[in-house]
């Protein structure tokens, strides 16, 4: 995947609170620290919804500091190193902040078409843990959508788990494809969708077409990525064979019964799953790139999930 060297990328989209974040603390959200395995979990909060008393969550702009203390939002760094696609083609960070401006930019003019008026979310950064309007979690969680706070958390840190834990090939279109997963919740949210969701576990639970729903507009946004927006031409140049291939490939790797038989105990209990099985992850991720269509990306009225 190729960035547009010329195009101008927009920092405020992200909130840099790395260095305030909690080495090794262990994550409350859905229970207790999670780790490595529990990456098949790491979206569950976002199906807390506003479950819990946001008012009483620590400042939604970052985690904890060392000294117990709210981190705040630094960004003077990202905003000095990121100003162009060009930059997006040199560093991971700004090539994530040319991936939030680019699924952002899409919604922004795709989501009248569903009935709602989008509204941006910022990304937060953290370091080690992180407090937010759904509760706290650590890096174990993986990356997540916080409906209460209107967030997505991300320890960019991830990245490097994909490839080393998960055996995935990795690559900027991956990086893109998890973000635009996470952003698919935050769709979700603005449509009424989340609220909705009941059964929590199992093979044709609510959870599970959530998230298959999220792969499916993940896979959307990537077919309109290089097209040009209201705001100018596109920042993304270029999504090759490889690189959907490379998509498809992490999307197996983080199924529910991918992540049970080869990082977990070995046998695949499917009253437990909560977001589709390797088969499923890709299926719905292709629906919606072949498709670019939000439309086609019904998991909750198809009886078949693949």
């Keep these: ?7 101008d990328l927009d920092t405020s989209e992200v909130s840099d609170t790395r260095g305030g974040g ?12 999670l780790g490595v395995v529990g990456v098949v ?14 008012s ?24 000095r190193e990121c100003r162009t696609g060009a930059d997006a ?4 960070e700004c090539a994530v902040v040319a991936d939030i401006n680019s699924i952002q930019d899409y919604w922004t003019a795709a989501l009248p078409a569903l009935g709602a008026r989008y509204q941006e979310a910022d990304t937060v950064w953290f370091t080690g843990g992180v407090s937010t309007g759904c509760g706290t979690a650590d890096s174990g969680a993986g990356p997540f959508y916080c409906p209460s706070d209107d967030l997505v958390y991300i320890d960019l840190d991830f990245y490097d788990q994909l490839r080393t834990d ?10 893109a494809y998890v973000l635009a997963h996470e952003y698919g919740h935050h769709v979700q ?6 609220a909705k969701v009941r059964t929590r576990s ?10 298959l729903q999220a792969d499916c507009y993940a896979g959307v946004w990537a077919k309109h990525a290089t097209e040009p927006t209201a705001s100018g031409p596109a920042l993304i140049t270029d999504i090759s064979d490889e690189d959907l291939a490379n998509a498809l490939d992490a999307a197996k790797r983080i199924g529910d019964d991918f992540i049970q038989r080869n990082l977990g105990g070995g046998k695949v209990d499917t009253s437990s799953f909560t977001h589709g099985t390797s088969a499923q992850r890709e299926k719905w991720l292709l629906t919606g790139y072949r498709t670019g269509a939000p439309s086609r990306c019904d998991t909750f009225g198809s009886d078949d999930l693949g």
């Design 1 to 7: 995947m190729k960035y547009n060297d010329s195009a």
């Design 22 to 33: 909690i080495p090794g603390g262990r994550g409350t959200i859905a229970g207790g620290g």
């Design 41 to 54: 979990v790491y979206l569950l909060v976002s199906l807390l919804g506003g479950g819990g008393d946001a």
């Design 56 to 79: 009483q969550a620590t400042s939604v702009l970052g985690g904890l500091g060392s000294d117990g203390q709210p981190a705040t939002a630094d960004n003077r760094d990202v905003q």
């Design 89 to 92: 083609n040199r560093t991971l």
């Design 166 to 175: 998960f055996g995935a090939a990795g690559g900027p279109f991956v990086n």
């Design 189 to 194: 949210d603005l449509l009424g969708t989340e």
């Design 202 to 211: 199992g093979p044709k639970s609510d959870s599970v077409r959530l998230e």
